[in-house]
């Protein structure tokens, strides 16, 4: 999906100001008159980086950036504002704003915090991508491969892992070969990254009373 720079302020001058520094440096556009109409609009899947106005009748900036994070939209958000203050300012970033620009602005440092903004979303995008297939394939693993997978990222050998469970070394081997064709690795230093990824400490995943051989 193309990557798009969405404009989000009630003020239709700096809307369109903003839209024609943009389009004139490339970027594709889209605009909103306001925090409701964006939310409405936007979607998880959406790519590229929000243009957020702070002060706006109905739902703020702010607020509106914390909708969005419960909407499980994390596309990178600058901040536009009239009224920027040092305690709003902190308050944004320290809430994953990527950046805060005050009105009136250079069109020079608009259009670089935005490329910024796209080269930081190509980046959450790939990361978020890899998780959820990691979990994809992780979900198809059984309670014992899960058990198994964490033993052996943790660099037991199969006699230990064995041993430990109380089942034979050959059992202990053609799960790790399922753990590793499921999973879609073919190292263990592959395997033991996507183990840190899923963290089993944090999230420890208890096995089944009598878990299958």
Known sequence: MSQTVFIVDDDRPVREAVEK???????????????????AGCAAEDRGCILLDVKMPGMSGPEL??????????????FLTAYGTVATSVRALHAGAFDFLEKPFPAKKLIEIVRNAFTLDEVQ????SRIKNILTNFSQLTLREREIMKLVASGRANKVIAKELGISSRTVEVHRRNIMKKMQTHTLLELASI???LDFDKNPLSSPKNPES
């Open 21 to 39: 520094i943009l389009t004139g440096a490339g970027f594709s556009t889209k605009l909103f008159a306001s925090a409701e109409e964006f939310l």
């Open 65 to 78: 950036q914390d909708e969005l994070h419960n909407h499980d939209i994390w596309m990178p958000i600058i």
């Open 195 to 197: 183990a840190e990824i």
């Open 125 to 128: 995008y790939k990361t978020r």
